[in-house]
């Protein structure tokens, strides 16, 4: 990938990663389990990690 890929998909996954944590900021007001979306955030750091050793 070239940089400026690598720099677009970052920017991607730093998005859902917000949207993932506004998900749970509104099942825990409602008191749902955030077990899945924990778990999607986790992925989502590794994801992050991988892309950033990239550059």
């Known amino acids: 990938m070239k940089s400026i ?7 991607e996954l730093k998005m ?3 949207r ?3 998900d749970i ?3 825990e007001s409602l008191g ?4 899945k979306q924990e778990q999607k955030l986790q ?3 590794r994801e992050i ?7």
């Open 25 to 27: 900021e509104r099942l």
């Open 16 to 18: 859902e990663y917000i």
């Open 20 to 22: 993932t944590q506004g």
């Open 49 to 55: 990690k991988y892309q950033r050793s990239l550059l």
């Open 5 to 11: 890929e690598i720099e677009n998909k970052l920017t």
């Open 43 to 45: 992925e989502l750091e």
């Open 32 to 35: 749902h389990p955030i077990d």
